[in-house]
């Protein structure tokens, strides 16, 4: 067993103790974690649009969007025996990495990316603990399910822990 | 909308044929602006998925300056101009005489960063001109923007609509360098051009290439 699960841009894992579980240069994109504390268990998407409604094609890779990613998160923690009312979340990312003199909406992904987190888990009930989203710095994150520890790196401003 | 799974050699081959062009005049219009001698590689051109699209400049969190632009017209896409951080800080260092330059310490550095985004700007222009000269369509770039920032985080803006129709990209690399005996000194920098998925339909057919290659 790898003790650092890695997540890739649009994919999903689980990991419980003693792994931890990383995805790295989020920028527009939201990094989502979920766990539940007392069984020390977790699960992280690494997602890149608010819904599946942007898909255009049949097959979807769920790990992409907010809606459908979030859902399969509490889906494999419930399948390992984790409570739905004990479950919390942490987000991160959500950047807008370039800043541009026209205001096109399709600039914005950022912000739209964590507001739909924010709304989906909200529909699950899964508080959420901590969020350190917008900005426009990239980040990489690391989520420790011993300690409920979510690590955040920035390129400009180091780590901070939260 | 054209299928990745259905690229063949012979689109691949244009494909390159396109960055070898492009690069080739933004190399010219750099080593006018330097006043050296710019070399420029075989382009790459690949079908990679997402997760591996940053290994050519070092990985997901390899510090980068880049100058992102949205190509507008009949063929829409994404253009990066990057290079490592601490050589976009050289390139910079040596256009304005100022070693002092280092785009990763918390400076705001308005000067270099601006002369980094005109550096980008005018590269990606002489990349897109000819571009556009070669295949007849009409490309338009938006003004250009500037980050410093890890490979990943910037470039994943630029897969969002791609990300929209697949988890693959078509990147057409091109990487342009310092003619010069050192090579740890040899500045380098990479052009990757991302087509949207519909705008390979437009580029293929422009070139007399069908669907089948």
């Given at each position: 067993m790898d003790k650092l699960v890695k997540v890739g841009m649009a994919d999903l894992n689980t990991a419980k103790v003693p792994q931890t579980i990383r995805t790295s240069g989020l920028g527009s994109c939201i990094g989502v974690v979920v766990y539940d504390e007392r069984l020390k268990l977790s699960a992280m998407a690494h997602i890149m649009?608010?819904?599946?409604?942007?898909?255009?094609?049949?097959?979807?890779?769920?790990?992409?969007y907010a809606d459908t990613a979030v859902a399969d998160l509490i889906g494999l923690l419930e399948a390992d025996g984790a409570l739905r009312s004990r479950l919390k979340a942490k987000i991160a990312g959500g950047a807008q990495m370039f800043q541009f003199s026209s205001s096109n909406e399709?600039?914005?992904i950022g912000p739209r990316n964590a507001e739909a987190v924010k709304d989906v888990l909200a529909s699950f009930r899964?508080?959420?603990?901590h969020e350190d989203t917008g900005g426009g710095s990239g980040r990489t994150i690391e989520f420790n399910p011993a300690t409920s520890v979510l690590n955040i790196r920035t390129v400009n401003k180091g780590v901070v822990e939260v | 909308m054209f299928q990745y799974e259905h690229v063949t050699a012979g689109h691949l081959d244009m494909l390159k044929e396109i960055g070898n062009i492009g690069a080739g005049h933004a190399a010219t219009a750099l080593s006018e602006m330097l006043g050296k001698t710019i070399d420029m590689n075989v382009p790459s051109v690949r079908v990679v998925p997402f997760n591996q699209i940053c290994d050519a400049v070092g990985g997901d969190e390899e510090p980068v300056t880049a100058v992102f632009l949205r190509i507008e017209g009949d063929a829409p896409g994404s253009m990066y101009f990057m290079m490592p951080a601490a050589e976009g800080s050289r390139l910079i260092g040596q256009l304005l005489n100022d070693?002092?330059?280092?785009?990763?310490?918390?400076?705001?550095?308005a000067m270099g960063r601006s002369a980094l985004n005109e550096v980008g700007n005018i590269l990606a222009g002489a990349y897109l001109s000819s571009l556009s000269d070669f295949t007849a369509l009409n490309l338009k770039p938006t003004p250009p923007a500037l980050a410093v920032d890890m490979a990943m985080a910037v470039l994943s803006f630029g897969l969002i609509e791609i990300s929209k129709a697949g988890d693959y990209a078509i990147v057409i690399d091109t990487e342009i360098s310092e003619t010069g005996s050192d090579n740890a000194l040899r500045t380098k920098g990479h052009f990757f051009l991302l087509p949207d998925p519909d705008s390979l339909e437009a580029v293929f057919h422009s070139l007399g290439v069908n669907e089948n290659g």
């Open positions: 649009l608010p819904d599946s409604t942007y898909a255009r094609s049949g097959v979807i890779n769920r790990a992409k399709a600039m914005r899964v508080e959420l603990v | 070693s002092g330059i280092d785009f990763l310490s918390n400076e705001p550095n």
